[in-house]
């Protein structure tokens, strides 16, 4: 917990090249949304893939937010075939999320994952990923126009249907809700331990908790980031995980 009472929530980065240096970034509707949704203290968990000891931020975060990104888990992680030529990865970014979010679940950290965060997720606990979601046949257009202004590739796509008793249920009060569709992977094989908390109307899973997470461990395949403040469900959503972290923050003592 920072000295004001927020507490402190860590960011993942990407890595990305700009002219000729390796920065790691993150998008701002990410901190944003742990300022307004959460009402947290975002700090950028830089994706080094270097062996620097988790412990060391661990003991210090309330709570982890995995961020949604261009960039695909190389499928070796989870036994999938060899991506296409020229697929978008960032191996750096899974050498440090996927250790991190065991080591956050394993110690009681509340954890969000977000779109690529959600999909780490479910191969952190032994699931696999469809690369590519419109060949498979069966699945309704889940990728966003790219031409179109962003306010319409985030823009309401599709319904899910909530399970109830979930988390996200718990949340929200209702059995439905509206959300975006941006990304082109998504679950193939559920991780085991994680449990459905939302389903698309074609049966796509598009969130799940980890079942006997000692805290919030939730992820979602859509963007509740975007404009958290002007959409009720996303709003419910970061209020309960920003909720899990002041209640962690709370119990600590440092
Ligand atoms: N690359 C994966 C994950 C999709 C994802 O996280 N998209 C986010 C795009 C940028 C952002 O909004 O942060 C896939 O395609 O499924």
Same mark, same amino acid.
């Given at each position: 917990?920072?000295?004001?009472?927020?507490?402190?929530?860590?960011?993942?980065? !990407?890595?990305? &090249?700009?002219?000729?240096?390796?920065?790691?970034? #993150?998008?701002?509707?990410?901190?944003? *949304? +742990?300022?307004?949704?959460?009402?947290?203290?975002?700090?950028?968990?830089?994706?080094?893939?270097?062996?620097?000891?988790?412990? %060391?931020?661990?003991?210090?975060?309330?709570?982890?937010?995995?961020? $949604?990104?261009?960039?695909?888990?190389?499928?070796? @992680?989870?036994?999938?075939?060899? =991506?296409?030529?020229?697929?978008? @990865?960032?191996?750096?970014?899974? %050498?440090?999320?996927?250790?991190?979010?065991?080591?956050?679940?394993?110690?009681?950290?509340?954890?969000?994952?977000? !779109?690529?965060?959600? &999909?780490?997720?479910? +191969?952190?606990?032994?699931? *696999?990923?469809? &690369?590519?979601? @419109?060949?498979?046949?069966?699945?309704?257009?889940? *990728?966003?126009?790219?031409?179109?202004?962003?306010?319409?590739?985030?823009?309401? =796509?599709?319904?899910?249907?909530? +399970?109830?008793? $979930?988390?996200? @249920?718990?949340?929200?009060? !209702?059995?439905?809700?509206?959300?975006? *569709?941006?990304?082109?992977?998504?679950? /193939?094989?559920?991780?085991?331990?994680?449990?459905?908390?939302?389903?698309?109307?074609?049966?796509?899973?598009?969130?799940?908790? #980890?079942?006997?997470?000692?805290?919030?461990?939730?992820?979602? &395949?859509?963007?509740?980031?975007?404009?958290?403040?002007?959409?009720?469900?996303?709003?419910?959503?970061? /209020?309960?995980?920003?909720?899990?972290?002041?209640?962690?923050?709370?119990?600590?003592?440092?």
């Amino acid at each position: 917990m920072s000295q004001s009472g927020l507490p402190l929530i860590g960011v993942v980065a !990407c890595n990305q &090249q700009i002219g000729l240096h390796p920065f790691n970034i #993150v998008g701002e509707k990410y901190l944003l *949304s +742990v300022v307004n949704g959460a009402k947290g203290f975002p700090l950028v968990i830089p994706s080094l893939g270097v062996d620097l000891p988790i412990d %060391a931020i661990l003991a210090r975060l309330d709570g982890i937010l995995f961020t $949604g990104s261009p960039s695909n888990v190389e499928p070796h @992680h989870y036994q999938g075939p060899i =991506s296409e030529d020229g697929t978008h @990865h960032d191996p750096k970014r899974d %050498a440090t999320t996927l250790p991190l979010i065991k080591a956050a679940i394993d110690a009681g950290i509340p954890v969000f994952g977000i !779109c690529r965060g959600f &999909q780490e997720m479910n +191969v952190v606990f032994g699931g *696999s990923l469809y &690369q590519k979601l @419109h060949d498979v046949g069966k699945y309704i257009e889940h *990728s966003e126009d790219k031409k179109a202004p962003l306010d319409v590739q985030y823009g309401i =796509s599709h319904q899910v249907n909530l +399970v109830a008793g $979930g988390l996200l @249920h718990d949340a929200w009060g !209702c059995d439905t809700a509206e959300v975006n *569709s941006v990304h082109t992977q998504g679950v /193939e094989r559920l991780g085991e331990g994680l449990q459905p908390e939302a389903f698309a109307p074609d049966g796509l899973v598009e969130a799940f908790s #980890v079942k006997d997470a000692k805290n919030f461990a939730l992820g979602v &395949q859509w963007h509740p980031e975007w404009k958290v403040t002007e959409n009720a469900f996303y709003t419910a959503i970061f /209020e309960a995980f920003g909720q899990a972290c002041r209640h962690h923050a709370a119990t600590q003592v440092r």
